[in-house]
């Protein structure tokens, strides 16, 4: 049975989580196995081959094309040993350009394979770098300026899974697949017969592309069971352009303890776990009560991301306690994160978010059109059309478009950083290598979700949208919530970026970055 009839006959029987779980197990033998991804560690020669390819993958009914990285769809888990070098060997088979970029990873730019990194099709490239930084669970993705968000739709996404001694000697659970599981959550969409319905235009250059089918590693609504004590869940928001807010369905707690850059002092106990496009946390959940439930996301309050289904709660996985018992435990402590430095006398950048107000009316109204008062509903108020209420000279823009004005408007470049769109020639500045930096990003021009990624570094984060960060994003992060305030982060780079090869910062909602919300610097 597929996650829309089961939708279709809760809905019948009333609200789906007010269901005994016990009344859904009929649906239990049809639900998938969750995929686990293959856990590929470098070989005798500390080598890794990728081979970017095309593939099938049937998503309940539809059959779709996909790509994937050594497979069909996704991609493996590289396990990697901080201090041990490492060469990946990149075969693109695509008949497209694509490159091949470490999220999270602090490695020269050089290797880091942003835009510039480009893979011609049927071209190869090998990367050598040397993990030096904590134990984390990061992630690798294409970043083709412009494509990114459709290669990254079409499959392209794996994890990056690094070491150290100090995450060996923890208890954490372990065991790959088992009681360490990663868990990658992406939405998606597909036209009438089956293929992934990817557009970039200009309602998704304004709100992001979004899709109505959630799947976890590639699967519908899947079932993982796992041995009954602790259970680690590796999460990463793969979405193009919709945040999550994780929970469990029986309400029991998640310890965080992980963000995306490592470990966290101590676990935190949440029993709502927002969570940005590209961001990773590691949970850990107590299942020695043997009882089964579902990890969910609950309603976002980000544009157009209420349309239905995800007006209500929707399943992401869910958890089957086994017999046998696991031997991870939560640890009380977790790792040393050091206190901030005195921010006395840092070099400060201003890095100011914008979206040219056509679009900003024109991907409104275009999600309007389209989804009529879902596209509004559970947006908080003032958030919404807010904005336009209060600035009459983007009303007078939204009756010029309606004259005509709007056509011929080039939405590529429609998204900018201090006032300038992308431009792949000209980094914006000079970062000082192993010099910390206090940047202050501001999205006060508008009240979209702006999750901003910074290249070449885990940093801490200062203040979040106006308010100080909540304890499980007090560590180490590489992505930063900015919508409609400012977000201030302390940044530090160890290794250099050339002009040629430039780190990039930009938001991670990736139509945003594909029309222009990204800038490069040079370190
Ligand atoms: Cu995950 Cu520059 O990206
Ligand atoms: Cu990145
Ligand atoms: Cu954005």
Redesign the pocket.
Known sequence: MQRRDFLKYSAALGVASALPLWSRAAFAAERPVLPIPNLLTPDARNQVQLVVQAGKTAFGPHNATTWGYNGNLLGPAISLRKGQALTVNIHNTLDEETTL?W?GLEVPGEVDG?PHGVITPGGKRSVTFTPDQRAATCWF?P?QHGKTGRQVAMGLAGLVLIEDDESRLLRLPKQWGIDDVPVIVQDKKFTADGQIDYQLDVMTAAVGWFGDTLLTNGALYPQHNAPKGWLRLRLLNGCNARSLNFAASDKRPLYVVASDGGLLAEPVNVTELPMLM?ERFDVLVDISDGKPFDLITLPVSQMGMAVAPFDKPQPVLRIQPLLVTASGTLPDTLAAVPALPSLDGLTQRKLQLSMDPMLDMMGMQALMNKYGDQAMAGMHHGQSMGHMNMDHSKMGGMGHMNHGGGKGFDFHNANRINGQAFDMNTPMFAAQKGQYERWVISGEGDMMLHPF?I?GTQFRILSENGQAPAAHRSGWKDTVRVEGGVSEVLVKFEHDAPKEFAY?A?C?LLEHEDTGMMLGFTV
């Open positions: 970029h999220h942003g993705h970043h590209g990624h290249h990039m930009h991670h």
